[in-house]
C-alpha cells in the first residue's frame, strides 16, 4: 500500500486540509502502525513452518536411530536389566520395536515377566528421550538431500525475512514512537463536530497536527516499512530459486543460518557444557543481565550471550571458548552493551596479524566504529582517542610507547590472544598490566584450553583476581579434571567447546594417508639421520628438489579427487621448502600460498579471495602463519604434509576450517611415511590427540584415559630428548642387517 502524496500535496497549496483528506490521512496512519506492528512479527510468523520441517526431519532421524539402536543397548540406561534376549529371540531386536510394543505386548512375551517389561519400556523411554536430545538434524552442503534442500529453502526464506526486518529497525522503532501520538493529535481534525465548534486557535491547532501526520505518512521511514512490506511480499512468493542457488546462498552464510535455526529450534544456554559448568549462583547472576544487543547487525547464539552476560556479570575475566565458536563477536556485544549505557572508552589489544580482521569483524556485525591505533597516523589517532574516547583496537607492540594522561581511565580493556601475556617478564606482558590499573573492566580472550598449564594460567587470572591466582597450586591433582577446574576457576574463567554448542556442525572425517618412500627421498631420508638432523628427517619426504615423491603424489590424488567435486583444500606444512614442492607438483591447479613472509594486510586480502572463489582452489600455507585470526570455512579438506611436533598445534590448524559456519563435512589427511620419523611422531601424537581432544573438548578427561589426571602429557611437545631417541631408534634400524645391536 503505497502512502506518498498527501503531505506534499498539503504543502504545496498552502491551504487548509479538508474533513475528509484529514480523515483518509488518519485512516491511513493506522494502518500504517498496524503493519509497522505486523512487520515485527512476520520473522515469527515465518518460523512457525520453519520449525514444523525442522522437527518433521528431527522426528524421522530420531527414529531411524532408534530403528538401529540393538536392544541390548537399553541396559546403558538401566543396568542389571533383564529379558533382552528374550525380546531379540521373539522379534523385538530394536529400541524402536520396544516403544512401539509397550507393556503390554512384551510382558506377553515368553521369558519376559511384568517387571522386566515395565523396566525395559522405560528404559526405552530414557532411550527416545536421550536420541532427542543428542539428535541434530545436520545440513551438509557436500551430501545435500531433497529433505534438506526444502527445509534450506524455508529458512533462506525466514532469513530473507530478518534480514529485511532488521534493515529497517530503526525506521519501525521511530514510527512506533511517533504515530500513536500524531493520531491522537489529528483524529480531532477529522471530526465534523470538532470544525464546526472550535475556535480559530483550536482550528489550527488541528491543522498543524495533521500536517506533521502528513510528514510521517510521507516520510522517508514510512516509504522504508512500505518497501519491506513489498520486499518480503518477494521473498514469499518466489518460487523459481533453484537448488543450487539455496545451497550456494547457505555456504556463504552458514553461520548466520546455524544461528537462526538454533534459534527456531529453541536453543538455549541452559546446560553445564553450554554455560562451561560454571556454578549455578554464577550462570543464575549472568542470566540476569538483559543483554542489549541494540547495535548489533548479527544474531547471537544462545552460548554466545551468555558468553558476554557471563563476562559482564564477572567484570573482569577470561573467556576462553574454543577457536571457532566466535569470542570475537562475543566481545563486540559486550561492548556494544557498555556503549548503551554510555560506557564507551575500550580499548582493544590484539597480535598485529589479526588488527585488520577485528575492524572488519566491528564494521560486519555492528553498528560501532573503532579507532586503529596503528601505522603512521597512531599518534593522531591516540590523541582523538584520550580526547573523545570511544573504541580503540592497538596491537601488543604500540602498547610500549602508549603515552596515556596520568587520570585518563578505560571502561574496558580486552586483550586478544592473551596466552601472550602468560609470561609475567617479558615486555608485552607488562605493557598489558600496566593497563589493567586503569581498566575498570578486563576481558582476556584465548582458544587455548589452559586446564592442563595451571602456571599460565595464574599468570593470566594475576592480571584479573590476584588472591584467587595465589590459590591456583600447579602440582595439585585436584585442578587436573577439567570439568572441577572450571567449577572451581568460574569466577574468572568460563570455556565452551564445539562439541558442547555446535551439535549442528557437519561430520569430520580423518584419515592416515600411509606412504612408502621412493628410492630418491628414501636416500635423502638416510642421509639425514646419519646427520642426526631432526627436521631434514621430518622434510625428506619431499626431497630432492623437483621430483613427485610418494608423498606428492598422493597429495596429487587428492587434491585431484577434490577438483573434481569443487572442493577448496588447505594444505599445512611448518618447512618452507616443502610448502615450495607442494606448489611445484601442481602447476595446473588453482593455488595460494601463504607464508610467515606475508604480511597481515595481504593474508588478509588472500583469506578473502578464497572465500569468495567459486569452485576448486588450493591454499597452501605454513602452519604457523595460518594462525590467528583466520577463518576457513570455504574449504573442505585439510592435509597435513608432516606430523606436527604437538596436538594443539594439528588441531588449531584443522579448526581454522572445522567451525562456526562451516557448510560440509570436512576431510582431514595425515600424509605419513612408512619406516620414517613419521611412524614414531605419529605412535606419540595419537595417544597425545585423544588425551588433548578429552581434555580440551570432553566433560571428564578422566573418563578417556587415566593418563589424563597427568597435566605434563596433554599437549606435551615432542622434545629434543625425545627427537634424541627417535634419532637413535632410526639409526639403529638403518644399520646394516647383523651389525644392529641386540635388544637388552
Known sequence: MTRAGFGVDAERDGGPVGRREASRWVADAERLLRDVRRLGDMPQQMAVPVRQEYDRLHQALVRERLEQMPVGDLSTFAPGLRGTKALREAGYTTVWTVLNAGVHRLQHVHGVAQRSAVMVTAAAEQALTATRTNTVVRLDASRPTAEHTGLLRQLRTLIMCVRTVAGVDEARQRLLDQLPAAITDARPGSSRWRRWFSGDAAKESDQQALRRLAILLTGPDAAAVDAAFTNIQTIRDAKTISDREVWGDYIQAAAAYQALLAMVRGETATGAAQTGHVPPPISDAAGRIRLDTTLLTVRLRAYQVFGAQ??????????????????????????????????????VVVPASVLLNWLIEFETHSRLTALKIHGPDRQQALQSWTASGGIAVTTYRMLRNFGLPRTFSIDLLVVDEAHRIKNPAAQQSQDVAGLTHRADRIMLLTGTPMENRIGEFRNLVRYLNPELARTLIPHDNAWVDPVRFRERVAQVYLRRNQEDVLGELPE??????????????????????????????????????????????????????????GWKIVIFSQFLDVIDAISTALPKTPQMVLTG???????????????????????????????????????????????????STEEQAIRRVYRMGQARLVRVHRLLAKDSVDEHLEAILHDKRKLFRAYAHESNAKRAHSSATDPSIVDYEVAEVDQERIIDAEVERLRPEGTRRRPG
Not at 590467528?628 to 597435513?640: R, Y
Open 310 to 347: 557471563f563476562v559482564l556479570s564477572r567484570r573482569r575475566a577470561i573467556l576462553g571458548d574454543e577457536m571457532g565458536l566466535g569470542k570475537t563477536v562475543e566481545t563486540i556485544a559486550v561492548i556494544g552493551h557498555l556503549a548503551r549505557i554510555s560506557r564507551r572508552t575500550c580499548l
Open 508 to 565: 569430520m572425517v580423518e584419515e592416515n594417508e600411509w606412504v612408502e618412500l621412493n628410492a630418491p627421498e628414501a636416500r635423502a631420508y638416510t642421509d639425514a639421520v646419519v646427520r642426526r638432523h631432526f627436521p631434514d628427517m621430518r622434510r625428506a619426504a619431499y626431497a630432492p628438489a623437483g621430483t613427485i615423491t610418494a608423498k606428492l603424489d598422493r597429495l596429487r590424488d587428492i587434491v585431484a579427487e577434490s577438483a573434481a567435486d
Open 597 to 647: 613472509k606475508t604480511s597481515a594486510g595481504r593474508r588478509h586480502e588472500a583469506i578473502d579471495r578464497f572465500t569468495a572463489h567459486e569452485g576448486h582452489l588450493v591454499l597452501i600455507g605454513q602452519i604457523q602463519a595460518i594462525g590467528e585470526g583466520i577463518n576457513l570455512q570455504a574449504a573442505s579438506v585439510v592435509v597435513l604434509a608432516e606430523p606436527a611436533l604437538k596436538p
